[in-house]
């Protein structure tokens, strides 16, 4: 079980918003400059830079000034962090699933056979 949840709050919710999610898309083919981030995006500047810094907060995004150009760049090991929780509900829910069917087919041989 994951023991920071709070960070994993503010991960979830810097993925809620489409437009992080569009940056994260985007990322995940290789670092870009901020003015390549906002090019397809239709918001300003200002509205792109003030989402890559919920992203870097949430950590998943690192950025890095080298002289007057931004580049950006996806922080694996909190995507993996992500990852990790999602596949715990998920190995959850698929051993439950399993146990009910098991169950069922067991009930429907009962069944069956009287």
């Known amino acids: 079980m994951l023991h920071d949840t709070a960070q994993l709050d503010v991960m979830f919710q810097a993925l809620a ?11 995940s083919r290789g670092p870009a400059s901020v003015s390549q981030l906002a090019e397809p995006l239709a918001m300003s500047l200002s509205a792109v830079v003030q989402h890559l ?14 002289g007057r150009v931004r580049t950006c760049q996806l922080e694996p090991k909190a995507l993996r962090t992500a990852e990790h929780w999602i596949n715990e509900r998920r190995l ?13 087919a067991e009930t429907k041989g009962e069944t069956e056979g009287n």
């Open 17 to 27: 918003d489409p437009a992080r999610r569009h940056m994260v898309e985007r990322l």
């Open 53 to 66: 810094n919920v992203l870097e907060t949430s950590g998943l995004v690192r950025t890095e000034k080298l």
């Open 92 to 104: 959850s829910w698929e051993q439950r699933l399993d146990r009910l069917g098991g169950f069922l």
